[in-house]
C-alpha cells in the first residue's frame, strides 16, 4: 500500500509534536522492498499538504544499512 492510501498524512506528522513547527527537513528511508512509487509519493506527502502549504520541504532519503 501506498503513502497515500494507507492513510500516512504530513499534516499529522507536522503537528505530531510542538518542536517540529519550525522544522523543514525530514528524512525517509525505504527497505529494499518498498516500490520506487511508493518512496515518491511518500516523499510528495511530507513536503506539502493537500493546498499546497509546505510542511517540510527539504526531503532527505537515507539509506539502511
Same mark, same amino acid.
Given at each position: 500500500r501506498s503513502a497515500i492510501? &494507507?492513510?500516512f498524512n504530513g499534516v499529522?506528522?507536522?503537528n505530531a509534536n510542538a &518542536?517540529?513547527?519550525? #522544522?523543514?527537513?525530514v528524512t525517509?528511508?525505504?527497505?529494499?522492498g518498498i516500490d520506487y512509487q511508493t518512496v515518491i509519493r511518500?516523499? @510528495?506527502a511530507v513536503r506539502r499538504?493537500? #493546498?499546497g502549504e509546505e510542511l517540510f520541504? @527539504?526531503?532527505h532519503f537515507g539509506v539502511p544499512r
Open positions: 492510501t &494507507s492513510g499529522r506528522l507536522k &518542536s517540529f513547527k519550525d #522544522e523543514t527537513q525517509i528511508t525505504a527497505n529494499p511518500t516523499m @510528495d499538504n493537500a #493546498e520541504p @527539504d526531503v
